[in-house]
């Protein structure tokens, strides 16, 4: 039996919970609290999710690219790594590269969007049992959306997303990617495996960010997401996208115009979205430490992003993928 430390709407978990599935294994979720994560402390692993414990041998290990090492290498039915070196290298380089680059912007970007258009939703994603559910309750959660957004501002940098340009870079990275997939159907040989899976569920916060969702050029890419997760029976939508839909539903609006985005970048030409970089030998996170007293700068940094962030309402339709 595999023990998975989570929190449910992570995209990271998700990665990880579909290659458990894949590979049918025996699992059993663990939801952790975010804010004290004291159900996985006595691990001596990193002390993100996911995390697994596998009680048939005793191994913890975080970080969703080594976990899905471990199983496939643990329980070799179902492999989800290329058996040839070479091709195993790509897909290993693919993962670790799209942990440290999509899997960050992504979430950077998902929760700006929640931040924007409906912050009440953070005390559902990280308080759903706190004071039996109280936060989550009308008033009680519009008190606690600016505290978290705070938190989660100052954790993951939102208020410096224009400065470090993360839209530029994720744009930059996604149009070669959907060529790669128009072309190939995979990222790695020819069949599909642990770098098809990063890529499928590290995309799922992008799915609320009008720019990415909606963006022409990513359609195909997006597509080939839903189908995916049609075949592999993963959730449809998670709860946040469901939430966000049905308020842009109810006001007609969704933030989706990033005003310093003037001009699309050049379609890269194919073949440019292979891995170039030096090889990475562990993914990069982002997570930057706050304590009660940084938060205080968290407030104004949250207020501007949610009101000032340069990002303009534009008329809400659904994204033609999710609609045709
Ligand atoms: N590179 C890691 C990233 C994991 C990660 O950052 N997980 C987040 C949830 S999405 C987390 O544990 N956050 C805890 C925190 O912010 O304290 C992986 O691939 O598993």
């Known amino acids: 039996m595999i023990d998975l430390y989570k929190l449910q709407w992570s995209h990271y978990v998700e990665k990880v919970r579909w290659a458990l599935d894949f590979k049918q294994l025996p699992w059993r979720g663990i939801d952790i609290v975010a804010f004290t994560k004291k159900e996985m402390r006595r691990f001596a692993c990193a002390q993100t999710v996911p995390l697994i414990h596998d009680t048939a041998t005793d191994v913890a290990i975080s970080d969703s690219s080594p976990i899905i090492r471990y199983l496939d290498e643990t329980y070799p039915e179902h492999p989800l790594l290329p058996a040839e070196p070479a091709q195993r290298?790509?897909?290993?380089?693919?993962?670790?590269?799209?942990?440290?680059?999509?899997g960050l912007h992504a979430r950077r970007l998902g929760y700006t969007q929640l931040i924007m258009e409906c912050p009440q939703t953070l005390s559902a994603l990280f308080m759903p049992q706190v004071c039996g559910g109280l936060f989550t309750r009308r008033g009680w959660r519009s008190i606690a959306a600016p505290?978290?957004?705070?938190?989660?501002?100052?954790?993951?940098?939102?208020?410096?997303?224009?400065?470090?340009?993360?839209?530029?870079?994720?744009?930059a990275q996604l149009l070669p990617i959907a060529a790669h997939i128009e072309r190939d159907g995979f990222l790695v040989g020819d069949r599909f495996g642990a770098a098809d899976i990063t890529l499928a569920a590290l995309l799922r916060p992008l799915r609320i960010v009008p720019y990415f969702s909606h963006h022409p050029r990513l359609q195909s890419l997006f597509a080939w997401q839903q189908r995916l997760f049609r075949e592999h029976g993963r959730d449809a939508a998670f709860p946040y996208e469901s939430l966000i839909q049905a308020r842009r539903q109810r006001c007609g609006h969704m933030r989706g115009r990033v005003g310093w985005m003037r001009q699309a970048p050049e379609v890269p030409a194919l073949g440019a979205?292979?891995?170039?970089?030096?090889?990475?030998?562990?993914?990069?996170?982002?997570?930057?430490?706050?304590?009660?007293?940084t938060l205080l700068r968290g407030l104004p940094a949250y207020l501007k992003l949610r009101w000032f962030g340069g990002v303009g309402r534009v008329r809400y339709e659904p994204a033609a993928f999710a609609s045709g």
Not at 89 to 96: G, K
Not at 275 to 289: C, S
């Open 147 to 171: 505290v978290l957004g705070a938190m989660l501002t100052l954790r993951f940098r939102f208020h410096r997303n224009r400065q470090d340009r993360v839209y530029e870079a994720l744009e």
């Open 273 to 293: 979205a292979e891995p170039v970089a030096a090889p990475l030998e562990r993914a990069n996170n982002d997570i930057q430490p706050v304590n009660r007293w």
């Open 89 to 102: 290298e790509a897909a290993w380089q693919w993962m670790l590269r799209l942990d440290s680059t999509l």
